[in-house]
């Protein structure tokens, strides 16, 4: 428990009760005036009070998604991935976790629903840190021990602990932001909505929901927020395209391309970042780009197409041939 100052409604005298009385005298002088006594478990009744309240709150949410029987993950690079079924648990836990991270930096954190490369049964859940990068190091352990604690009671003791040592404001005063996204798997949104129920399980936290978007995207907006920049999917779009405008201009002036260098091919998974590019190509100026597998066709996510199929069967994805031979080509 914080140390709680008292004022005492008679003499007017202030002091914090765990290292001076109210008269400016140290524990081994007299005690408080009787005053100052009658407020000083007044003041520590309501302190308990409000600490039951949140233990009561997280308990409370906790229970109703409790971990799968025999399930142990390990928060890595990827953050936690699994298959989407029994993932509830772990993105409800890792909503905690956000609001815990904002609360100890003080900044605003991103917490990212996706598995990537994996199969579209698959889901996952990640932490973005203030700076747009991955969560510290420092905090994984702590990311194992919540999303495997077996029971919400061992779950509410384990955060606790960690707030004492982590020397976290969790007293209700201090506000925590999170920013929300998710890729295109169908168990997405369900999974979000569980993690906004981890997030305002913690007193003054709050969940904003960035909707559909690349892990990049929601890495960006985060450290844009947290340098007071707007953060919004169109901003992101405008820095881009200004990046890449930049770059155009270092060609030399009379420099020839030829049609093929013009033309960037590219393997969008099925998943959200053909859609992305669906949007970016259109304002484009000096690159021609062709999507494929943009998930309108009726494709699956990661199912003969992306990055980890072609790396694994060391063959093109679906709708390349090698009539494609010698155009630039990328694989998302």
Not at 115 to 132: C, E, F, L, R
Not at 233 to 260: A, T
Not at 272 to 289: A, F, P, S
Request: hydrophobic letters at 35%; a negative charge; proline letters at 4%.
């Amino acid at each position: 428990m914080e140390g709680v100052d008292v004022n005492c409604q008679t003499c007017g005298e202030v002091d914090d009760f765990y290292s001076k009385t109210l008269h400016g005298m140290y524990m081994s002088q007299p005690g408080p005036c009787e005053h100052a006594t009658a407020e000083l478990r007044k003041k520590r009744k309501n302190l308990r009070s409000m600490n039951e309240e949140r233990r009561s709150l997280l308990l409370k949410s906790a229970s109703l998604f409790p971990p799968s029987p025999g399930v142990k993950l390990s928060y890595g690079t990827a953050g936690f991935r699994a298959d989407a079924s029994i993932l509830q648990s772990t993105v409800h836990r890792l909503g905690i976790l956000a609001a815990l991270r904002s609360l100890k930096t003080q900044s605003v954190i991103g917490l990212m629903v996706t598995a990537s490369h994996n199969k579209v049964t698959d889901n996952g859940v990640k932490i973005a840190d203030p700076s747009g990068g991955m969560l510290s190091q420092d905090w994984e352990p702590f990311a194992d021990h919540i999303a495997n604690a077996r029971d919400p009671e061992t779950l509410v003791s384990l955060i606790e602990e960690f707030v004492k040592k982590e020397n976290i404001p969790f007293d209700g005063t201090h506000s925590a932001e999170i920013l929300l996204g998710r890729d295109t798997r169908p168990s997405g949104e369900s999974l979000l909505e569980v993690a906004k129920q981890g997030i305002s399980s913690v007193s003054g936290a709050v969940a904003h929901d960035m909707g559909i978007l690349t892990t990049p995207q929601l890495h960006w907006m985060v450290r844009a927020r947290n340098k007071s920049l707007k953060a919004t999917e169109s901003d992101y779009f405008d820095q881009l395209l200004s990046s890449f405008s930049c770059l155009m201009d270092l060609i030399p002036d009379g420099s020839k391309i030829n049609e093929s260098e013009d033309k960037l091919m590219v393997d969008g998974a099925n998943g959200v970042g053909g859609e992305k590019l669906e949007i970016i190509k259109t304002k484009l100026n000096g690159l021609v780009i062709e999507v494929y597998n943009d998930g309108k066709g009726g494709g699956v996510l990661n199912e003969g197409v992306g990055a980890d199929f072609v790396q694994k069967e060391k063959v093109a994805p679906h709708g390349f041939s090698s009539i494609h031979a010698g155009i630039r080509s990328a694989i998302s």
